[in-house]
């Protein structure tokens, strides 16, 4: 009975940005197959995309390149997937770009706009594609990866970044509220920072190990990073019945991160 809850067999579920092998996109997309959901993937690497998509086997129904910033891409593989005569169920956004770091007065116009192109008009793209379908189902569930960062501030040159996860925030609960007496739901995962090969690529920077790492793992009430595969529970469950009333949701999976007050101390009972 309560497997049953978050079982994924019979719905469609497209994740987008599932290519980068050890990222978010490619737990998830490996974890809804797990759990029984039939996959459309998208990425702009196509060697990821086809990684991901050989480990997916009979669960893929589409892998195609696309640019989720481009309108006529995500034109493109929707009707792909329509050709395919697959319905969504589940549309989980994933991608996001940073092109440097940079302080607020130093961030340029470029970065600036190729940040929201892909990390929030991207999203909006693929969610505008995918509810008409859902409106005809009369059910969904839409999935944004929000961010800590979205609601309490970085710096170290974060400002851009930051700033389009707050808005991927604000556009998931205005969709959970336009939508939700017509069936669909719209939540967001905000993780803390996570082993991706992002992050990895950073560790082998001894200024970032010996000066970074340790400032975010006392920020990390679980003194570990992330890893993708925690958002792998947290996906399914927003995505499936076990959430049929969860709408609207920024749900932090961030070992705590957001928990903690300033002067918070992980495991200490003194002062
Ligand atoms: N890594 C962290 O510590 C961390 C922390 C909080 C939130 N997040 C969020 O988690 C999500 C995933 O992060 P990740 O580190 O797994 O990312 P990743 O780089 O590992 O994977 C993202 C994928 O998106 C693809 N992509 C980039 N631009 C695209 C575009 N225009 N169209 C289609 N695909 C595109 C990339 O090719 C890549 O495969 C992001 O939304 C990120 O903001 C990450």
Known sequence: MAAGLFDLSGKVAMVTGAGANGGVGHAIAL??????ARLIICDIDEDGLERTRSELGDA???????????DDQV??????????????????????????????HEVTLADWERMFEVNV???????RAAIPGM?????????????NAGVSALGRGAFAYSCTKAAVHQMTRELAIEYGRRG????????????????????ANPAFRDGVLPRILAGLPMNRLLEPEDMVGPAIFLASDAASA???????????????????SPG???A
């Open 60 to 70: 893929a129904v589409l892998a195609m390149r696309c640019d989720i910033s481009r």
């Open 121 to 127: 008009a991207g999203y909006f793209l693929c969610i």
């Open 135 to 147: 409106l005809a189902k009369g059910s969904g569930a839409i999935i944004n990866i929000g961010s």
């Open 75 to 104: 034109e493109a593989l929707f009707a792909a997937s329509n050709a395919n005569g697959c319905a969504i169920d589940v549309l989980v956004n994933v991608p996001f770009v940073f092109p440097r770091r940079s302080q607020p």
């Open 31 to 36: 974890g809804y197959a797990r759990a029984g």
């Open 268 to 270: 200490e009972a003194s």
């Open 184 to 203: 669909i739901r719209a939540n967001a995962i905000l993780p803390a920072q996570m082993r991706t090969p992002g992050l990895a690529s950073h560790l």
């Open 246 to 264: 969860v709408n609207g949701v920024l749900l932090p999976v961030d070992g705590g991160n957001l928990a903690m007050n300033a002067g918070g």
